[in-house]
């Protein structure tokens, strides 16, 4: 069955919009039919009814794939491992349970979908346990609806998800991090310095030395406080003062867009957007 699908492929079809438009052109079996052609396929293995049942799901494939395009992948690679979930879950099909195949296939295009994501998404796995796999992708969504997380928000998402709390903060921080080079020169990353090449895998941490690590964290937290308190001197008054009663609260209590709307007499809407310019300005200023 597999080779079957190289006639669908996108480098047979030529691009992915060439592609869709193809996956759309097939018609939708009607449930006789999609019954008869599964039955063949399963008791007389005719591979012309497991290419008709392929070539009549494709569209839906590309609706699920479609689903994961925030996580930066291509999605014609998405579609791809759908397609192979279609394929897996075709051949594993039993008609007389009388439901669509469809119905059936989410499962087994998605398990394809999100395997791909896992190993692309970072060069270091996220999730390697089906717990944390489970965790990643309910955690983005969460991510989306909440964006940075404060402690009560923490517990809010771990009791929804039936995890802990350590968990939700482990997969945060794990998915927060970016890819680096580790053997690349100094002078590559920065181009100020170039004399320095120092490389980048000196500043993995070694683990069986554990010297100064107290100190080393009270410079970090300082350093941390200052770059903080600089970036914020960037902001005007009012987007400072967003910024601490969102953020930066020392009692962790997120302070409701709609109760600094109305100290300042504007939309909440309005308080989103300076909210947001605010974060860009921040992010610039202390990576400068």
Not at 106 to 119: C, D, G, M
Request: aromatic share 8%; glycine share 2%; charged share 30%.
């Amino acid at each position: 069955m597999k080779n079957k699908i190289h006639a669908i492929s996108f480098l047979n079809i030529g691009s992915l919009d060439s592609y869709i438009r193809m996956a759309n052109s097939f018609s939708i079996l009607s449930f006789e039919k999609e019954k008869s052609l599964a039955k063949k396929l399963l008791f007389y293995r005719e591979i012309e009814s497991a290419k008709l049942l392929i070539l009549s799901n494709l569209r839906f494939v590309i609706h699920i794939a479609r689903n994961y395009s925030g996580y930066g992948l291509p999605q014609a690679d998405l579609i791809q491992e759908g397609n192979i979930g279609l394929m897996k879950a075709i051949r594993r099909f039993n008609p007389d349970i009388n439901v669509r195949l469809i119905s059936f296939a989410v499962h087994w295009i998605k398990s394809e979908i999100h395997e791909y994501v896992l190993k692309n998404w970072r060069i270091v796995k996220v999730a390697t346990t089906k717990a944390q796999r489970k965790l990643f992708f309910n955690l983005r969504k969460s991510k989306k609806r909440l964006g940075w997380f404060n402690r009560q928000e923490i517990e809010i998402v771990a009791s929804e998800l039936g995890v802990s709390r350590q968990d939700v903060r482990e997969m945060e921080a794990r998915m927060s991090a970016q890819d680096i080079t580790l053997d690349i020169e100094a002078k590559d990353s920065f181009p100020d310095h170039s004399t320095c090449n120092i490389r980048s895998s000196f500043y993995l941490e070694d683990k069986k030395s554990n010297f100064a690590i107290n100190i080393e964290r009270d410079n970090w937290a300082s350093h941390a406080t200052a770059k903080l308190s600089n970036a914020l001197l960037v902001l005007d008054e009012r987007s400072q003062q967003i910024i601490k009663r969102r953020w930066l609260a020392h009692n962790n209590v997120k302070i409701t867009l709609q109760s600094i709307a109305r100290d300042y007499g504007i939309s909440a809407e309005r308080v989103r957007q300076l909210e947001k310019n605010a974060m860009k300005k921040l992010k610039i200023a202390i990576e400068t």
